[in-house]
């Protein structure tokens, strides 16, 4: 599907058809106006912009049900995760007049930083990545149509590396005092790891689009709500969807999706559901203290801010990495350091993941930084 309003696709195909007829558009355009234009302007034409990423990205899980949550939204009442709402960094940026951009969208809500030098969907960590695999950056770099054309690569990886690490491996059990309650070896072998996929990601950009600039970014403080991630509906008319639309359009494979946050659609009147704020079930587990409320304890920022911390100081030293594996100096590359940015809870959807007035707030920093190349 390429989204022509929007001016975006999620199909590579498409995306190379409608890159293939734009070119033919300015050729004829540029030829019967040869004797007024002497030379196509770059600035006529909507830069090309490819995003991989994770649910900064594609909150909440709009690369698998944006068309069908537009139906959706006026049946059951299910909200955000249709064509046209504005839930995350890059439905903003595509919707912002300014950038005005030619997008291709690559990104999963659950990716991990090796998805960003995949040859293919390995399957595993994006959200039903094994029944429905989203398109890799290789993918699209390695087909000529995209790669000589285009102009920005916005990448965000690495918080869900980060904190699946840190719950698995890095929390320790509570000792009275969050410095001593961490391995702090295993968040920076972690952010180390997370910065080689980077690498890896500029490698491909070098190989096949070496005129592109890549941007991405660090994350925002996350320590200003522990609630879970909130799927909000209204479930009157769920017993509609089930009989009719889902047999109508086959659309049983979008339970999938919707089960991974926490929907079951064979419940009936539920009005939001919270699905569990993971990082800080483990912070109960381990006898940290406790949240008062939503709030998060001092205890638990503390350690959050670490780990951010960590990562985006590993992020930072990505050109000198770049320079000892590549034996050159790293051009056209930004890192937008966002960690003080919406730093109060009317930005946040959740303990991870900002809401619209949160994301657009990030897509400004996004837009200042390409609109400073543009």
Same mark, same amino acid.
């Given at each position: 599907?390429?989204?022509?309003?929007? $001016?975006?696709?999620?199909?590579?195909?498409?995306?190379?058809?409608?890159?293939?007829?734009?070119?033919?558009?300015?050729?004829?355009? %540029?030829?019967?106006?040869?004797?007024?234009?002497?030379?196509?302007? &770059?600035?006529?034409?909507?830069?090309?912009?490819?995003?991989?990423? #994770?649910?900064?990205?594609?909150?909440?899980?709009?690369?698998?049900?944006?068309?069908?949550?537009?139906?959706?939204?006026?049946?059951?009442?299910?909200?955000?995760?249709?064509? =046209?709402?504005?839930?995350?960094?890059?439905?903003?940026?595509? @919707?912002?007049?300014?950038?005005?951009?030619?997008?291709?969208?690559?990104?999963?809500?659950? #990716?991990?930083?090796? !998805?960003?030098?995949?040859?293919?969907?390995?399957?595993?960590?994006?959200? @039903?990545?094994?029944?429905?695999?989203?398109?890799?950056? %290789?993918?699209?770099?390695?087909?000529?149509?995209? @790669?000589?054309?285009?102009?920005?690569?916005?990448?965000? &990886?690495?918080? $869900?590396?980060?904190? $699946?690490?840190?719950?698995?491996?890095?929390?320790?059990?509570? #000792?009275?005092?969050?410095?001593?309650?961490? #391995?702090?070896?295993?968040?920076?072998?972690? @952010?180390?790891?997370?910065?080689?996929?980077?690498?890896?990601? *500029?490698?491909?950009?070098?190989?096949?689009?070496?005129?592109?600039? *890549?941007?991405?970014?660090?994350?925002?403080?996350?320590?200003?709500?522990?609630?879970?991630?909130?799927?909000?509906?209204?479930?009157?008319?769920?017993?509609?969807?089930?009989?009719?639309?889902?047999?109508?359009?086959?659309?049983?494979?979008?339970?999938?999706?919707?089960?991974?946050?926490?929907?079951?659609?064979?419940?009936?009147?539920?009005?939001?559901?919270?699905?569990?704020?993971?990082?800080?079930?483990?912070?109960?587990?381990? =006898?940290?203290?406790?949240?008062?409320?939503?709030?998060?304890?001092?205890?638990?920022?503390?350690?959050?801010?670490?780990?951010? !911390?960590?990562?985006?100081?590993?992020?930072?030293?990505?050109?000198?990495?770049?320079?000892?594996?590549?034996?050159?100096?790293?051009?056209?590359?930004?890192?937008?350091?966002?960690?003080?940015?919406?730093?109060? &809870?009317?930005?946040?959807?959740?303990?991870?993941?900002?809401?619209?007035?949160?994301?657009?707030?990030?897509?400004?920093?996004?837009?200042?930084?390409?609109?400073?190349?543009?």
């Amino acid at each position: 599907m390429f989204t022509s309003r929007l $001016n975006y696709s999620r199909d590579i195909e498409a995306f190379c058809q409608r890159l293939l007829k734009r070119q033919r558009q300015t050729r004829t355009f %540029f030829k019967t106006a040869f004797t007024v234009l002497r030379k196509p302007r &770059a600035s006529t034409l909507k830069p090309v912009i490819l995003t991989e990423g #994770d649910s900064w990205f594609d909150y909440p899980l709009k690369s698998l049900t944006e068309v069908m949550g537009s139906i959706l939204k006026h049946t059951i009442g299910l909200k955000n995760f249709g064509v =046209g709402s504005h839930t995350n960094v890059i439905d903003h940026l595509i @919707a912002d007049k300014h950038v005005n951009g030619l997008f291709l969208r690559l990104e999963r809500s659950g #990716d991990t930083s090796p !998805d960003l030098v995949a040859k293919v969907s390995d399957g595993q960590c994006g959200v @039903a990545e094994k029944s429905m695999p989203s398109h890799t950056l %290789f993918e699209a770099l390695s087909r000529k149509e995209i @790669a000589e054309q285009t102009q920005f690569i916005l990448l965000s &990886a690495g918080g $869900n590396d980060m904190v $699946n690490r840190a719950q698995r491996h890095s929390i320790l059990e509570y #000792d009275g005092s969050w410095q001593s309650s961490y #391995d702090p070896d295993i968040l920076q072998d972690e @952010a180390d790891r997370v910065v080689s996929h980077y690498i890896g990601a *500029i490698q491909l950009r070098d190989q096949y689009a070496p005129q592109a600039h *890549i941007i991405t970014h660090s994350y925002c403080y996350a320590t200003h709500t522990s609630k879970g991630s909130p799927i909000q509906f209204d479930m009157k008319e769920v017993g509609f969807v089930k009989q009719f639309l889902f047999k109508l359009f086959n659309l049983s494979w979008l339970k999938i999706p919707l089960k991974s946050v926490g929907l079951n659609l064979s419940e009936l009147g539920e009005i939001t559901i919270d699905t569990d704020a993971h990082l800080h079930k483990v912070f109960d587990k381990k =006898g940290w203290p406790e949240n008062q409320g939503e709030s998060v304890h001092p205890e638990r920022q503390a350690f959050i801010k670490v780990l951010l !911390d960590a990562l985006y100081d590993a992020m930072y030293d990505i050109p000198q990495r770049y320079h000892e594996v590549c034996g050159e100096g790293l051009e056209r590359f930004d890192l937008l350091d966002i960690r003080e940015e919406c730093q109060d &809870a009317r930005y946040w959807a959740d303990y991870i993941h900002l809401n619209p007035l949160g994301y657009q707030r990030i897509k400004d920093c996004f837009k200042d930084k390409l609109l400073e190349y543009l």
